[in-house]
């Protein structure tokens, strides 16, 4: 018991020693404008490189819209398609069995000519 | 003894001002931080520059991205881990992890009121920079940061009971190694 409390005496002795080297060791003075520079400039690049890619992000998706939208602009049915079947339809309904059927021809007809023009481009 | 509740709390007030103001407030946490930071990176290196080397490695990875800081549960233990990860990186670029005998490479403050105490300062330091890193680690965080060994294992990735095994045989080798140290200093 007597050799415990010894052993634990010693123990406190050394860690006040310790305790009271903290602050011996300094960081040098040249440490902080160095650290703040770095940090400035690193700080500054990333922001740099952020911005690029994310304009290059930006004109990648205008790039592909725009480029989606130019193969596929001549194919796209339009409304006033639709009605010009609607009235072709109509038309042919009168004497070709139904108005069923007069819409599938003119379908295939507007088909045809949205090959046609396909091809042509 | 438990870390000091305040200098937690002034590191993470100042962790928030970073993530809210950017780089310009890195200032604060420089001041707050850097010599317990160097301090502690000074044992895993033995070496200033190389100990210089990785606080400033540390901040500038803090100030890019303050927000990593921010969300940890305690930005100055997260703060220390860092600073220990980058310090073990150069040790292993460097290759220099070997004991050290003196302590020139050493940035020290000399009070003229302390001029009596810088003998047994020195005898100290010599002393920790002869424990292997595993040890001299856990003395710095234990002593100087008054960290629990539960808090101390998180840091160093240990189990407590490992952390308190080192700090044994750290403190049974400082021990040794002070007493020696001041016998030959009677002698003298």
């Given at each position: ?121 | ?17 970073l993530a809210a103001a950017g780089v310009d407030a890195l200032g604060a946490l420089f001041d707050l931080t850097s010599h317990r930071l160097v301090r502690f990176s000074v044992t895993l290196t033995r070496n200033q ?140």
């Amino acid at each position: 018991m007597h050799n415990l409390v010894d052993w634990q005496e010693r123990y406190d002795e050394v860690e006040a020693l310790v305790q009271a080297a903290g602050g011996y060791v300094q960081a040098s003075d040249d440490l902080r404008p160095r650290v703040l520079e770095t940090a400035r400039t690193e700080v500054g690049e990333l922001r740099g490189r952020r911005w690029v890619r994310q304009a290059s992000l930006a004109a990648a998706i205008v790039g592909i819209a725009v480029s989606i939208r130019t193969t596929t602009g001549g194919i796209e049915p339009k409304i006033g398609d639709a009605e010009v079947v609607y009235e072709q339809a109509s038309q042919k309904s009168v004497g070709a069995g139904g108005f069923g059927w007069a819409l599938v021809q003119a379908f295939c007809e507007l088909r045809e000519r949205q090959s046609e023009k396909l091809q042509s481009d | 003894m438990a870390l000091p509740d305040d200098f937690s709390q002034r590191v993470r007030d100042c962790t928030d001002r970073l993530a809210a103001a950017g780089v310009d407030a890195l200032g604060a946490l420089f001041d707050l931080t850097s010599h317990r930071l160097v301090r502690f990176s000074v044992t895993l290196t033995r070496n200033q520059h190389d100990a210089e080397d990785a606080v400033q490695a540390c901040l500038v990875k803090v100030a890019g991205r303050p927000l990593l800081l921010a969300a940890a549960d305690s930005p100055w233990a997260y703060l220390l881990q860092m600073v220990r990860n980058e310090s073990l990186a150069i040790i292993r670029r460097k290759r220099r992890a070997g004991v050290v005998t003196s302590l020139t490479d050493l940035v020290t403050r000399r009070r003229i009121d302390e001029l009596e105490q810088e003998e047994t300062h020195r005898a100290v330091w010599l002393a920790i920079r002869s424990l292997p890193q595993e040890q001299a680690e856990v003395v710095v965080l234990k002593i100087w940061e008054a960290m629990t060994f539960a808090e101390i294992a998180q840091i160093l990735e240990a189990s407590p009971n490992t952390v308190a095994s080192r700090y044994q045989y750290a403190m049974s080798k400082l021990a040794a190694k002070l007493t020696k140290a001041r016998q030959e200093a009677r002698h003298a």
